[in-house]
């Protein structure tokens, strides 16, 4: 499987509208952030997780052809404000774009999308829900994905495992039978917001431990605010198996 980051930023991205600060004027493409998306091509299907608001560019700068299904984490505009340009795909194959997540995200979806989902407009994005649910893993084509429950805050979200990939977006604590489900990983990918506390993301600090406790193979990092720092300052300082991942990073995993 090859995964791609087409994004790393949190909510804002960066360069900040307006931020002066070094890492928002750094020359390093490395240092500027969409907001969080991947893409994992597998053998026989391209998935994507989450649909952000830069999803239309990142669609264009990674060349993508066809995106056969979205996985939603969930509901925050960072995560799926670009859901009118999957239009794109619904036109050019001639079908409805599979989208797997939580009833509440749905519900959020068609409330927040109430021309997509409630009228009989012509020509709007051609949406279908999939239900998922923690603990009971569903099927894409050849490949089998675990939705992996954790807290975002106060409010349950969606990660997903693939064979030895897992990919855990605005985490901020997990319960024990959830944890138990990411043994034996060769590739971690989890947030980072940055250095303080907040209330519904870790740090880099907290981040680490979590990194230490599930003990994959590599972990990379994502979700990253302009307070993280400039990326290379920051990737030297991190243990040797940790990275930051950076938009447009490619890493095969099996
Ligand atoms: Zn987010
Ligand atoms: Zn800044
Ligand atoms: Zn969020």
Do not use: W
């Amino acid at each position: 499987m090859k995964v791609t980051f087409l994004g790393t930023g949190t909510s804002q991205g960066i360069p900040v509208i307006g931020c002066d600060c070094k890492v928002c004027t750094s020359p390093n493409p490395k240092d500027k952030r969409l907001r969080v998306s991947a893409l994992l091509e597998l053998s026989d299907k391209n998935i994507l997780i989450d649909v952000g608001p830069d999803f239309r560019q990142q669609m264009l700068t990674a060349k993508v052809k066809k995106v056969d299904a979205i996985l939603v984490t969930h509901e925050h505009r960072d995560h799926v404000a670009g859901l009118d340009d999957v239009r794109a795909f619904n036109f050019k194959y001639n079908m409805d774009m599979p989208l797997y997540t939580y009833p509440r995200v749905q519900e959020a979806l068609r409330e927040a999308y109430g021309y997509i989902f409630n009228s009989n407009y012509p020509g709007v994005p051609m949406i279908k829900f999939e239900t998922i649910e923690k603990n009971v893993p569903f099927q894409i084509g050849e490949t089998s994905i675990l939705p992996i429950e954790y807290y975002h805050g106060r409010l349950p979200i969606m990660g997903f495992r693939v064979n030895k990939f897992a990919y855990l977006t605005d985490f901020q604590t997990i319960k024990d039978d959830q944890l138990a489900l990411l043994g034996d990983l060769d590739v971690l990918v989890i947030s980072a917001l940055h250095h303080q506390k907040h209330y519904s993301h870790i740090t880099l600090y907290d981040a680490l431990q979590m990194i230490e406790q599930i003990a994959p193979n590599k972990a990379y990092l994502i979700h990253m605010s302009h307070y993280m720092g400039l990326h290379d300052e920051i990737e030297r300082k991190l243990p040797e198996n940790v990275f930051l991942a950076y938009d447009g990073l490619q890493i095969e995993v099996n």
